[in-house]
């Protein structure tokens, strides 16, 4: 695991200097680059099973500085009713983590969702813009590819951090998903319909939004509407799932001090999900999928100048057929703009 851990450690470096030459990055102008972290686990809320662990590092360059052949292929891309205001390109770095909800046994759990872990690094695309002076539009999207099984470090990641809580080791990842190669393309529009004009300090917005994945990993259409109340708040979108593209980035810090708090819910109709269907081009253990999965979501974010942290809360319905229970956990974000 040490070897493979340092190829990361490297790849994370690399990333975050990918401003050299890809994107001529500079901090003089409008949307300063941002730096965000996404960790989120389920041992948050109190749980230890199912969706366990996620980690998201995400960069996003500095506002309007695309290299050429990229704004060439963005300006082809239809605006779709947005009166565009700035494109941001980035790169995403993650891990996620899943296992049955008996992590003590070493057999194969048959009725439960199988051991997974996946690693994954990818490129990602924003652009946002208002429709009206009221209604704000932003759409994003990631392009991932990734490994499963054993290469994922998936076991080592979560017995690594169940050493750190003083909890038990889950002894059945040697029925993991296998070694298998996947990639996954998600895209999402999101809109806030400004309420309670912002000027004011205080500010009340709906955010509805719409999005789809294709891919080896998932495969998916969803629909999301959420209510925010804030204080000095930037006209801005909410953060994302580490699952999700990264939120839309439009806007600078905020002067001073902010607040706000959040709740809603999404909706997806399921067409895969590879860690209830299993390996897509080899054999071994699935569970039976539900096709229809909603996530109520609240939370809060606080503000200061050039900082950020968001708090979010999740409860989500069940996955497969012979889940008993609901999920639940909790996603902790930090940006930086610099």
């Known amino acids: 695991m040490g070897k493979r851990a340092s190829y990361i450690y490297l790849l994370i470096g690399y990333l975050l200097r990918c401003d050299l030459r890809f994107c001529s990055v500079r901090a003089d102008g409008p949307g300063h680059p941002l730096f965000a972290i996404t960790e989120e686990n389920d041992a948050f809320v109190g749980r230890n099973e199912h969706y366990t662990q996620g980690l998201k590092l995400g960069y996003l360059a500095q506002e309007n500085r695309l290299p050429d052949w990229l704004e060439t292929l963005s300006t082809q891309i239809p605006a779709l009713g947005i009166n565009l205001d700035g494109t941001r390109v980035g790169f995403v770095l993650g891990q996620r983590i899943y296992t049955p ?26 652009r946002w813009g208002n429709i009206t002076d009221t209604l704000l539009a932003g759409d994003s999207v990631q392009l991932a590819g990734g490994i499963t099984g054993p290469p994922s470090l998936g076991e080592g990641g979560q017995n690594w951090f169940h050493s750190l809580i003083g909890s038990h080791k889950a002894r059945g990842w040697d029925n993991q998903l296998k070694t298998e190669p996947v990639f996954d393309l998600t895209a999402e529009r999101n809109l806030v319909w400004t309420i309670l004009d912002p000027a004011n300090r205080f500010s009340l917005d709906l955010l509805p939004g719409a999005g789809l994945a294709l891919g080896t990993v998932q495969t998916y259409f969803s629909g999301a509407g959420y209510v925010r109340l804030g204080y000095n708040v930037p006209h801005s979108f909410l953060p994302r799932l580490a699952e999700k593209p990264l939120a839309v980035q439009g806007q600078n810090a905020v ?32 569970v039976d999928r539900e096709w229809f999965v ?13 900082w950020e942290a968001d708090f979010t809360c999740v409860i989500r319905t069940d996955e497969f057929t012979a889940q008993r229970g609901y999920d639940r956990f ?7 703009h610099f």
């Open 294 to 306: 909603a996530d109520f979501q609240f939370g809060f974010g606080i503000m200061f100048h050039e």
């Open 255 to 286: 002067p001073g001090p902010g607040f706000y708090i959040f709740g809603g819910s999404e909706g997806r109709a399921v067409f895969r999900d590879m860690f209830l269907d299993g390996n897509l081009f080899r054999d071994g253990h699935h």
């Open 101 to 126: 909800s008996d992590t003590k046994s070493e057999k194969l759990v048959l009725d439960d969702r199988p051991y997974a872990g996946l690693l994954y690094a990818g490129f990602a695309w924003q």
């Open 330 to 336: 909790a996603s902790i974000q930090l940006k930086m």
